[in-house]
C-alpha cells in the first residue's frame, strides 16, 4: 500500500490564481481530511469528509473548496491564492471504528506570492 | 475539547525512557486522550489513545491518572528517530470521526 499520497510536493502560485492539491489513499478508508500548518500555530482542520458526497467545513475552510466523488480522492481547491494561504498543507484519512487514528500523508508546500 | 498543556521541550538519552507529560484537568468524562507525533517535514503520525485505562501498543505506553486530570506518553527505549514534536489532543472522538486540533505540543530531543 502507498497509504495517503499529496500532490505536488511543493508549489509557488501568484496571487488570484487557482490550483488543486491532490490527496489520494488507498486504504478504502471512509474519512479523510485537509489540515494547513502555519509556524506557531500548530496543524487546523480545513474541510473533511465522512464518505464519498459527503463533505464538511473544519475550522479554517474560507478559500478553500473540497468535493469527494470517490472514495480514495479527496482534492482541495484554492480558487484564488492568497499569501495567507502560504503555509504546508496535510492530508489524512481513517476508517470507521478507528476514525481518530488518522494516516496523513507527506504534504504540500505552498508558497503564494 | 478540553484544553491540554504540555512542557515547550523535553531531553532524553538515547536508550532511556522517554516520558511526556499532559496536563488535562478540564477533560471530561466522555473524551479521550489521543497522542500524535511529528517527525521533522513530515506528516503527523498516530501513537496512542486511552478513555481511563492505561494503554500499550508497539510503539509507547500511555499511562491516565485515575482521576483523568493528567496522562504520560511512554517510550520505553528512546532512539534517535523519536525526536519530534508530540501532541496531546483530549476531545469526544472515540470510535467516531472528530475534529483533531493540534496544539503546540513538546520538541523531544534524543541525544546520543
Known amino acids: 500500500n502507498a497509504g495517503v499520497t499529496q500532490t505536488p510536493k511543493f508549489q509557488v502560485l501568484k496571487t488570484g490564481q487557482s490550483m488543486t492539491l491532490q490527496c489520494a489513499q488507498d486504504?478504502?478508508?471512509?474519512?479523510m481530511s485537509w489540515y494547513r500548518q502555519d509556524p506557531g500555530m500548530g496543524l487546523r482542520l480545513i474541510h473533511y469528509?465522512?464518505?464519498?458526497?459527503?463533505?464538511d467545513q473544519g475550522e479554517v475552510p474560507n478559500g478553500y473548496n473540497v468535493s469527494r466523488s470517490t472514495t480514495e480522492d479527496f482534492p482541495l481547491r484554492l480558487l484564488s491564492a492568497a499569501p495567507s494561504q502560504t503555509s504546508v498543507y496535510f492530508c489524512?484519512?481513517?476508517?470507521?471504528?478507528?476514525?481518530?487514528?488518522?494516516?496523513f500523508g507527506p504534504g504540500t508546500r505552498l508558497t503564494v506570492l | 475539547d478540553a484544553k491540554t498543556t504540555q512542557p515547550t521541550s523535553m531531553d532524553c538519552a538515547e536508550g532511556r525512557a522517554a516520558n511526556l507529560p499532559c496536563n488535562h484537568s478540564?477533560?471530561?468524562?466522555?473524551?479521550?486522550v489521543y497522542w500524535y507525533r511529528q517527525i521533522h517535514s513530515q506528516g503527523p503520525q498516530y501513537i496512542i489513545h486511552?478513555?481511563?485505562n492505561n494503554e500499550t501498543n508497539e510503539m509507547a505506553s500511555l499511562i491516565i491518572t485515575e482521576d483523568r486530570k493528567s496522562s504520560t506518553l511512554i517510550l520505553p527505549h528512546a532512539t534517535l528517530r523519536d525526536t519530534a514534536v508530540y501532541y496531546c489532543?483530549?476531545?469526544?472522538?472515540?470510535?467516531?470521526?472528530?475534529?483533531?486540533?493540534f496544539g503546540q505540543g513538546t520538541i523531544l530531543t534524543v541525544h546520543p
Open positions: 489524512a484519512s481513517s476508517r470507521p471504528g478507528r476514525a481518530n487514528e488518522q494516516f
Open positions: 486504504m478504502n478508508h471512509e474519512y
Open positions: 469528509s465522512v464518505g464519498a458526497g459527503i463533505t
Open positions: 478540564t477533560i471530561s468524562g466522555n473524551e479521550y
Open positions: 486511552g478513555l481511563k
Open positions: 489532543i483530549a476531545f469526544a472522538g472515540g470510535t467516531s470521526y472528530g475534529k483533531l486540533t
